[in-house]
């Protein structure tokens, strides 16, 4: 953003030193805003003295960010008290220069503090990192979840991981706050090089017990390269973690093969039986996980004790669970991605049976949802839809 800034500073004064030699023209700075919601506020110009063709805008929406348009629209992350200027260049036989400035109240943004999610880290002997966050507007409210990128995760600002196998990883961390509302995540690559490295292509196959699903676990993913799974089907997929379908029962070859950066590649092959429970079930799926999701595994018994509505839901979705003993009784929620990973965890009641959670800050994708009683635990499989 920066250097975008500072090559549209250049161009803007390529234009007045360009037009310095003719006669100043007279032009004045002026806009209105509308403020909506989530943070969105939009702006117009309502500067005198402008040409067609020949007239320049320089937003600054006192946040970081920038816009040439003549009318733009800005998102705000954080509520607050912004400074916004535009500055109105108009260049034709002269020049004029002008520059309005408004403050703004946002009060509609989802998150109250701006996230910015950062971390040190150090890499020791024997495979061992400390991880330090650098993160600027947490509070005691805002949640930690480190990925480590080998199946690991941590939720305290700072903390350390001992990896198994050297090579690059891919270690995040995300924030959020205490609503899940306000998030923001960094990724960097970590070279482990105080252990030996080596590339590891086995996997394992295992249903999961509804819906025609199986799970594809590679045993070790952190420090992969490039990955190829050739389905035994005539199909091939470049990518670790992926999905296919089969269009016929049989005994297949699945092979995957793996490359590293710092060690030969690796290739397992196994056999496998893909098969239907029962004849008017659609063909099965497989989809390669970080490991099988544990206490996520759905049967039709359940299936018929648990109902979710609106699926697919786009801000918020109903779960109704036909079964007594769940009623009124308190309940821990969380809800898994296709990885296998917490996305989102909260505490409610069960009223008569019912709850309504706001599942807005997921991406779009399929997901698995747990409900835990006191006694029992169900399950159901949601989809996050845009719209």
């Known amino acids: 953003?920066?250097?975008i800034y500072k090559l549209r500073t250049f161009f803007y004064l390529a234009i007045i030193l360009f037009a310095s030699h003719y006669t100043i023209g007279q032009c004045l700075s002026s806009f209105t805003f509308t403020t909506g919601t989530g943070g969105n506020v939009n702006f117009t110009s309502t500067s005198s003295g402008t040409l067609a063709g020949f007239t320049y805008y320089q937003w600054d929406f006192g946040d970081g960010g920038f816009s040439s348009a003549a009318a733009p629209s800005h998102n705000y992350i954080a509520n607050g008290v912004y400074t916004v200027?535009?500055?109105?260049?108009?260049?034709?036989?002269?020049?004029?220069?002008?520059?309005?400035?408004q403050t703004i109240n946002v009060t509609s943004a989802s998150c109250t503090t701006a996230l910015n999610s950062s971390f040190n880290y150090v890499v020791n002997a024997g495979g061992q990192v400390n991880f330090t966050s650098t993160s600027t507007g947490t509070n005691a409210n805002t949640y930690h979840r480190w990925y480590f990128g080998d199946g690991g995760m941590a939720f305290t600002p700072n903390t350390s991981h001992t990896y198994l196998n050297g090579g690059t990883h891919p270690v995040s961390l995300v924030l959020s706050d205490s609503l899940g509302v306000c998030k923001d995540s960094l990724t960097q690559y970590v070279n482990i090089n105080t252990?030996?490295?080596?590339?590891?292509?086995?996997?394992?196959?295992?249903?999961?017990?509804?819906?025609?699903?199986?799970?594809?676990?590679?045993?070790?993913?952190?420090?992969?390269?490039?990955?190829?799974?050739?389905?035994g089907d005539g199909n091939t997929s470049n990518t670790l973690f992926t999905s296919h379908t089969y269009s016929a029962t049989g005994v297949y070859n699945i092979c995957l093969t793996v490359s590293v950066t710092c060690a030969m590649g690796s290739n397992t092959c196994n056999n496998y039986n893909i098969y239907k429970t029962e004849a008017s079930m659609l063909m099965a799926t497989v989809n390669v996980v970080t490991s099988a999701p544990t206490?996520?595994?759905?049967?039709?018994?359940q299936l018929s004790l648990i109902n979710a509505f609106p699926n697919p839901?786009?801000?918020?979705?109903?779960?109704?669970?036909?079964?007594?003993?769940a009623y009124?009784?308190?309940?821990?929620?969380?809800?898994?991605?296709?990885?296998?990973?917490?996305?989102?965890k909260n505490e409610t009641s069960l009223d008569s049976g019912k709850l309504t959670?706001?599942?807005?800050?997921?991406?779009?994708?399929?997901?698995?949802?747990?409900?835990?009683?006191?006694?029992?635990?169900?399950?159901?499989?949601?989809?996050?839809?845009?719209?």
């Open 195 to 231: 252990i030996p490295c080596t590339a590891n292509s086995t996997f394992t196959l295992v249903h999961s017990g509804c819906c025609q699903t199986w799970y594809a676990i590679p045993a070790y993913y952190g420090n992969v390269l490039g990955a190829t799974w050739n389905w």
């Open 328 to 344: 009124d009784n308190n309940a821990i929620i969380r809800i898994y991605n296709i990885l296998g990973q917490e996305e989102l």
């Open 295 to 301: 206490g996520i595994l759905e049967n039709k018994q």
């Open 1 to 3: 953003m920066e250097k």
């Open 313 to 325: 839901a786009n801000n918020q979705i109903t779960f109704e669970i036909n079964d007594l003993e």
């Open 357 to 387: 959670i706001d599942i807005h800050s997921l991406n779009e994708g399929i997901y698995t949802c747990e409900i835990k009683t006191e006694n029992k635990t169900f399950t159901k499989r949601i989809i996050k839809s845009s719209n």
């Open 85 to 101: 200027s535009l500055t109105v260049i108009v260049a034709n036989t002269g020049t004029c220069v002008n520059t309005s400035t």
